[in-house]
């Protein structure tokens, strides 16, 4: 990590900008889980249920009433409401 | 014989209960856990020389303390010690299938693994090491296919293998050695401070850096505990400066990262994803224009099939009921005892095997739907609307559709819902829908006062139900379930095809539950209320005179704000209890309609012949819904069979002029449209009552239901009545 090199926060902005909330992933997107904002039970249940760190998802469907979304996620599909897929941070690959 | 005592784990829509099923047949009890709403199965069979006992574990993804489900299973694992667990495990799925896996063995679970849909996995290109698997866990892994025995026997070996010498696996995950080195500094603590704890120390070292509620509870409540809690606590906070999030996070990292080692070297995942033939029906099932159609499709099929095609077989059994309590009459001869029998007993009876075809029927389309794995996507489909709507999950719907047909079935069908604070919630509201056997009072009211508005007043009713469901459901998402309503993190699992042999399993066992729970509680109040009937001795059933009459009586001023304080109508809503069709019957006997085809009348005997089945005082709501409506003859449970010629002439009671006129006396206009709310919405009737007791484990809920629904039936009923007189309605 070179903090003297001026394009290092360059960089720093190009890889932020590339990470999004999973529900603002449109269906066909897919990318790497990176972080969960917030803590509780659902964080939990969500990570148990394959959203850990460094986990593929993939955006397959959205509900016909525009929520919930349905997700591809170590090798299953699992559906969640978008009010609990912002949390997850996921990196656009 | 010996006896091996085995639990079956593993993740939901995994062939966990076809496998049960398979090795038990139908020595099988359903239950509940003690003191739990979560469902209990056991079952035996025998195996060379074994007695084989199996309890069937919930169906969990993990075991924290995330759902009451997760917690009877770990509580089970810990203070039971089964001799084996088979975990069940799907072979394309395995990643997030061995999380469990994992976490049973932490706990030192006695293990086989029985890899489950091997073809379907092979189909996808997965390539399994099988061998390779059960050395890297250290436990039997066996190939099955739960649905058609292979691997049967290879699997049962193993079980008994493991039986004899148990395989020990606790020390086998690995999470890295930062949290390894503290598991083990915290594990040292336990075993010296509360060794007496059932479970491995090691496990419960590591719950507490995860910060299990249930386990740190249980170590307070040891009052030996506060070193390890304290140290627990500094540990915790050194792993949150380390990983820089909470301990228990890492923890489930490292566990994802064993599973993701163990398939490293044990599978070969297809390269490329193809498109599956769960994926194109998924396109047309949850299309966005196609989608809600196709649900409502399904939803109207299983409507008809289960209160349609289960209609003659319900009037089958009025006809059958009927004649037996004809038979016992001629017998017999009038009296006590033939009255207790016939009006009391056989009618109680009736009042429970009436519901079994449509209960049969929906248990049998409600298992076809989940095992193929459609529910799931009907609640995907619909979750927006009854979220946004009622802040339920999109499960709800199905009970809610199935409650307009009778609430009982709707009731049962709220067990498909995880939550249980959905499904409470669910139970409370679904009997606002209005069911088939509120018809006939509608018909007979309206063919007395709103002949020219028939469509609008039925209508208004079944809307006053939906929006009065919608409020209460709000109310009580504020008060008493108050905090945030479920998540829906649900699986789609891949359509499979649902086994005639489960769905039949499944239907009958729901069903025997059924006769067994509720009959008995319908049976009881049924004889309870003809004994308040029929008493004291020597007065005319249901008369004034009797207790029941008495009673209505004391309490008719209760009804009078609402616009019906005479004693009839207080009577029949007495009687509506039963069942809300009742209502009709009773103002037939009340009136003396149909005397002329009785000597005795009472509430049971309809208004039109005496041939007619007498038991319907003790209801069939969901029968005759369709013939109800199209005959306009509600309260004739089986007009078919009493078309055949008989001496005396048929009259339906909104026909019958002299019965019309005598509820046109009782009521005016504004106060019968007050009565129709009333009936609508007030307590719910005796089964549905039984169904939520069975349902909930508990009285409280039945008890809430009639108390709730009576205060809101009348608070409405109240508004109407007075609110039309104030607008110079009569």
Known sequence: MDLGNPKFFERMEVIKSMINALNELKVGDSGVVVSYKGKGSLRKHLMEMGFVRGANVEVQRVAPLGDPIEVKVKGYSISLRKEEAQYIEIEIA | ?730
């Not at chain 2, 909470?246 to 599973?259: E, L």
């Open chain 2, 1 to 730: 014989m010996e006896k091996i005592r085995i639990a079956l784990a593993g993740n939901p829509n995994v062939g966990k209960s076809t496998l049960f099923n398979s090795l038990t047949g139908m020595r099988q009890h359903v239950g509940n856990w003690p003191g739990k709403t979560v469902e209990y199965k056991e079952g035996t069979f025998n195996y060379d020389e074994y007695e084989i006992e199996v309890i069937d574990l919930p169906g969990n993804y993990s075991l924290t303390a995330y759902s009451m489900e997760e917690i009877v299973s770990r509580d089970y694992i810990v203070d039971e010690h089964p001799d084996v667990i088979v975990n069940i495990v799907e072979a394309a799925n395995l990643e997030r299938n061995l999380y469990l896996t994992v976490q049973m063995m932490e706990l030192g679970a006695n293990l086989v693994l029985a890899l489950n849909m091997n073809k379907a996995a092979d189909e996808k290109g997965f390539k399994i090491d099988v061998d390779k698997l059960s050395q890297l866990l250290g436990i039997p892994v066996v190939r099955i296919e739960a649905v058609d025995d292979t691997g049967r026997e290879e699997l049962l070996k193993s079980i008994l293998e493991v039986s004899k010498s148990p395989n020990n696996v606790i020390d086998r995950v690995e999470y890295g050695s930062e949290i390894d080195e503290h598991i083990e500094q915290l594990e040292k603590l336990v075993k010296e401070d509360i060794s007496e704890v059932d479970a491995p120390s090691s496990w419960t070292a590591l719950k507490l850096l995860e910060d299990d509620s249930e386990v740190v509870e249980k170590i307070r409540e040891s009052g030996r505990g506060q070193r390890v809690l304290s140290e627990a606590k500094k540990i915790r906070g050194h792993l949150n400066n380390i990983f820089g999030d909470d301990a228990d996070a890492a923890i489930t990292d490292a566990r994802y990262g064993f599973i993701a080692g163990l398939i490293q070297e044990s599978v070969k995942k297809p390269k490329i994803d193809k498109v599956t033939r769960s994926d194109l029906i998924d396109r047309i099932v949850t299309h966005k224009y196609w989608g809600i159609p196709i649900f409502l499709l399904i939803m109207w099929i299983t409507f008809q099939i289960t209160f349609t095609i289960g209609a003659p077989f319900q009037d089958l059994i009025d006809a059958g009921m009927g004649m037996l309590g004809d038979a016992v009459s001629a017998g017999l001869g009038e009296g006590f005892l033939t009255s207790f029998l016939v009006d009391g007993l056989i009618g109680g009876v009736g009042g429970v095997i009436v519901f079994i075809p449509p209960i049969f029927l929906l248990f049998f389309l409600l298992a076809l739907l989940e095992d193929s794995g459609y529910l799931a996507r009907a609640a995907f489909v619909m979750d927006r609307f009854m979220h946004k709507t009622i802040g339920l999950h999109g499960k709800s719907f199905i009970p809610m559709i199935l409650g307009f047909g009778c609430a009982v079935p709707g009731i049962m069908a709220t067990r498909t819902l995880e939550n249980e604070r959905d499904r409470f919630l669910t139970m409370l509201i679904v009997p606002f829908m209005s069911c088939s056997a509120r018809l006939p009072v509608y018909t007979l009211i309206i063919a007395a006062f709103f002949v020219a508005y028939q469509g609008t007043v039925l209508f208004s009713l079944y809307l006053l139900g939906i929006v009065v469901a919608v409020i209460i459901a709000a109310i009580f998402k504020n008060t008493i379930f108050k905090g945030k309503s479920a998540p829906f993190v649900m699986e789609l699992p891949p359509y499979r095809r649902p086994t005639l042999k489960g769905s039949l399993i499944h239907m009958w066992e729901r069903g025997v539950l059924f006769l067994r729970k509720m009959g008995t509680i319908i049976l009881g109040v049924s004889i309870l209320i003809w004994a308040l009937s029929s008493l004291p001795i020597g007065v005319e059933y249901a008369s004034q005179d009797s207790v029941t009459g008495q009673i209505g009586t004391t309490i008719a001023p209760v009804f009078a704000p609402l616009g019906f304080g005479e004693w009839q109508a207080a009577v029949a809503v007495f009687y509506g209890f039963l069942a809300k069709e009742v209502v009709v019957s009773t103002f037939g006997i009340l009136y003396g309609v149909g005397e002329e085809a009785s000597d005795e009348p009472d509430p049971s005997e309809e208004a039109s012949s005496g041939e007619a089945p007498t038991e319907e005082a003790s209801a069939e709501p969901a029968s005759g819904e369709e013939v109800a409506a199209q005959e306009a003859s509600g309260e004739e449970a089986a007009p078919e069979e009493e078309a055949a010629p008989e001496e005396e002439e048929e009259v339906a009671p909104e026909e019958d002029q002299g019965f019309i006129s005598a509820i046109q006396g009782l009521f005016t206009p504004l106060s019968a449209y007050a009565f129709l709310v009333f009936v609508l919405l007030y307590i719910p009737c005796l089964a549905t009552l039984a169904a939520i007791k069975r349902e909930t484990n508990s009285w409280r809920w039945p008890a809430f239901s009639a108390a709730y629904t009576f205060v809101v039936a009348y608070i409405v009923s109240f508004i109407v009545y007075q609110g039309g007189s104030l607008l110079g309605f009569a």
